[in-house]
Structures are given as C-alpha cells and as structure tokens.
C-alpha cells in the first residue's frame, strides 16, 4: 500500500491503512504499507520492488490523486499491478479502479452549495456518502503486464479501455 506523503497520523491516513490491513487480514495476504514522505515515490518504490510486493494498492489520498501520472508511470517500470480508487487513474494508463466517480460527487457538492446559498442552514445539511461506484478497467495496461481479466470481472466493469 503506498501511504500518503502528509502526516501519516491524521485520523484519515489511518484509517485508510487500518481498513486496508483489515481487509489484508481476511483476504490471508501481507499488507505492506510504504510511506511516501515528502513525494518520495521512487524510494517508495524502490521499498516495494526490495520486499518483493506483488501489487499495489494506492491509498486515496488528495496528494497521491494530485501525483497520479508519477504514480502510474512509476507502477508500469516496475511491473506491479495497480488497484486505485478513481477511474481517471485508469484513463491515464492505471491497471484497474474501484471507487466513487468523481464527477458524481462534484454534482453532488454543487447541489448542496447550492442549498447552502440558498439559505439552508449548513450544520442541518445531512452527511452523504458516495453512491455511484465505478469499475475501470485498463486492458493495454494488464497486456504490458502479462495478466489476463477474468470475463466475470470483464462484465461487471463500468468503463473496458481497450487501446
């Protein structure tokens, strides 16, 4: 897991990895979680290819969203298959994505300051979580890296880039 580069302690960095050895956990896998601080993804990097990690999750960082097409290029040269959570990763050269659309949840801020400026109160404003989930899917970048997608993971995909 490539960590976030801002403090590591915040409540939602640690949730994030907290979450994410969890899941390890169950699913019987090492977790290994891989700080980036101050951006220092080609040390991080360099850490995953010396611990032999056969894959990398990328934390949902706004940082690590910001940093993406390092991230990605940096995941191609070292061959490691890469799970993120925003299908705009895939769209510029990431293996696969399983999270909220983005735009989707722009539509969703516009509408409530939308509320807002219309006069409603924003501490009576209910708390939303992202409903529109999305899975992307990148199959010029599973070719380079020798892996091949299951037909089943092939048909639930919401967005196949091909070429």
């Given amino acids: 897991m490539l960590a976030p580069p801002e403090n590591p302690e915040t409540f939602s960095a640690r949730l994030q990895v907290q979450e994410a050895e969890e899941a390890a956990k169950r699913l019987g896998v090492a977790l290994i979680v891989v700080p980036a601080p101050s951006r220092a993804y080609e040390q991080a990097f360099a850490t995953m290819v010396a611990e032999r990690a056969g894959a990398l999750f990328v934390s949902a960082r706004p940082i690590l969203y910001g940093d993406r097409a390092r991230i990605i290029a940096l995941a191609a040269r070292h061959r490691l298959p890469a799970i993120y959570q925003f299908p705009d990763h895939v769209k510029e050269g990431g293996l696969i994505a399983y999270g909220a659309d983005l735009r989707a949840l722009n539509r969703r801020v516009a509408a409530i300051v939308d509320r807002i400026f219309k006069g409603a109160d924003p501490a009576t404003l209910p708390v939303e979580q992202a409903t529109e ?26 967005e196949v880039i091909r070429d």
């Fill in 133 to 158: 989930l999305r899975l992307a899917l990148n199959l010029r970048t599973a070719e380079a890296l020798g892996l091949t997608i299951p037909p089943a993971v092939l048909a639930r995909a919401d």
